[in-house]
Structures are given as structure tokens and as C-alpha cells.
């Protein structure tokens, strides 16, 4: 399993005050699962993943990269604008990574 989604496990739900005993209840699970999920001796199945980004209030995206990504409901917008918006964030992507 990847070291980070061990780690990210342990991390959101130390942050939330949850012990293993409540995730794995939550989850229908025994607490030595999460326990296994946390030392990266097991790998949660997808729908606890799933679960879990819920309890947490993250994206399943998120829980798995922690890259937090800022979704914009552009829906109202016209084509036009929407893409004005789409220029400006790849203007915007280019200026950053320029700086580096």
C-alpha cells in the first residue's frame, strides 16, 4: 500500500478525534483492519475508502493524494466565460511554474 494513504489514514482521523475503534466500527470493520491500514500492512478495500473520505469530509481524490483541489461550479457561466475562466487558470499555472 502506499506509504501515504497509511499515513493519511492515521493523520485525518487523529485530526478528527476518531480512535481506531470508532473508525472501524463506523466502517464495519475490526479495528486491527485499521490498525493494518495504518502500519501499511493492509490495503483498504475501495469502499472503505470511499467511507472513509466521507466521515472525513474529503473527496476520495483528496483522501488519496492530499492535494486539496477547489472544484467551481462555472454551470451558469456561458461558454465564453467559462472559458475566459479556463485561460485565466492556465495563465495562471504558467506564471507559477515559471517561477520555479
Keep these: 500500500m502506499n506509504y501515504n494513504l497509511c499515513q493519511r489514514i492515521g493523520e485525518l482521523r487523529t485530526r478528527f478525534g476518531v480512535t481506531q475503534s470508532e473508525l472501524a466500527k463506523r466502517l464495519g ?24 473520505s466521507k466521515i472525513f469530509g474529503t473527496t476520495v481524490d ?20 467559462q472559458q475566459a475562466v479556463f485561460s485565466l487558470v492556465d495563465c495562471l499555472k504558467k506564471y507559477h511554474s515559471d517561477d520555479k
Excluded at 470493520?29 to 472513509?52: C, D, K, Y
Excluded at 483522501?63 to 477547489?70: A, C, I, R
Design 62 to 81: 483528496e483522501f488519496l493524494n492530499e492535494s486539496p483541489k477547489v472544484l467551481i461550479d462555472l454551470t451558469e457561466l456561458t461558454k465564453e466565460e
Design 29 to 52: 470493520v475490526t479495528r486491527s483492519s485499521v490498525n493494518a491500514w495504518e502500519l501499511g500492512f493492509a490495503t483498504p478495500q475501495l469502499r472503505h475508502i470511499v467511507e472513509m
